[in-house]
């Protein structure tokens, strides 16, 4: 879904709305450890699975 508003200058800006999505336990815990172990950097998982550091992060440190 995207949303336009006009800036000061009155440019049109489009945002992009971030859908919410639910990551079950069992993934999250399994992604973790991939993580720990380091088949995957933890920049590399967030581009692709589209998901915030600040996430995976407070996954880690649960």
């Given at each position: 879904?995207?949303?336009t508003?006009?800036?000061?200058?009155?440019?049109s800006?489009?945002?992009?709305?971030?859908?919410?999505?639910?990551?079950?336990?069992?993934f999250?815990?399994?992604?973790?450890?991939?993580?720990?172990?380091?088949?995957i950097?933890i920049?590399?998982?967030?581009?692709?699975?589209?998901v915030?550091?600040?996430?995976v992060?407070r996954w880690?440190y649960?």
């Amino acid at each position: 879904m995207m949303a336009t508003s006009k800036s000061k200058t009155g440019k049109s800006t489009k945002y992009e709305i971030r859908q919410s999505r639910i990551f079950s336990e069992s993934f999250k815990r399994e992604k973790v450890e991939d993580i720990l172990n380091k088949r995957i950097s933890i920049i590399e998982f967030c581009k692709l699975w589209d998901v915030s550091s600040t996430s995976v992060y407070r996954w880690i440190y649960q």
